[in-house]
Nanobody, 131 residues
Framework: QAQLVEYGGGLAQAGGSLRLSCSPPRYSLSNWVMGWFRQVPGNERTFVGAIDRSGGATIFADSVKGRFTISRDNPMNTAYLQLSNLRVEDTARYFC????????????????????????WGQGTQVTVSP
């Protein structure tokens, strides 16, 4: 059973924008590192980006750097992925993930590109970008 729920997927045109949201229905994400991954059928799930528990630090895959941003609203118990300047190759199912390894030292020491670094997952939301 998914511990996180994603919202906001859909269809966009190349060059357009979408915002995805992610919330845990039964938990508080305020002490979690939050990550985003994406997956195309037949391919592995790949890292998009992550944000530390305070929202003060983010990291991104090179393929989305400068186009995507991640933010969080801890009182609202929600994390966000803003997708801008979309490309057809951004078409994928997008998953959010949470990790308990959220101290400052763990933020610096953990490989956030790895799915194994995350403890909680959503079921994903589809993003389709048309030419």
């Amino acid at each position: 059973q998914a511990q996180l729920v994603e919202y906001g997927g859909g269809l966009a045109q190349a060059g357009g924008s979408l915002r995805l949201s992610c919330s845990p229905p039964r938990y508080s994400l305020s002490n979690w590192v939050m990550g985003w991954f994406r997956q195309v059928p037949g391919n592995e799930r790949t890292f998009v980006g992550a944000i530390d528990r305070s929202g003060g630090a983010t990291i991104f895959a090179d393929s989305v750097k400068g186009r995507f941003t991640i933010s969080r609203d801890n009182p609202m118990n929600t994390a966000y992925l803003q997708l801008s300047n979309l490309r057809v190759e951004d078409t994928a199912r997008y998953f959010c993930a949470g990790s308990d390894k959220s101290t400052d030292a763990q933020w610096l020491a953990t490989d956030w590109n790895s799915r194994a670094s995350y403890d909680y997952w959503g079921q994903g939301t589809q993003v389709t970008v048309s030419p």
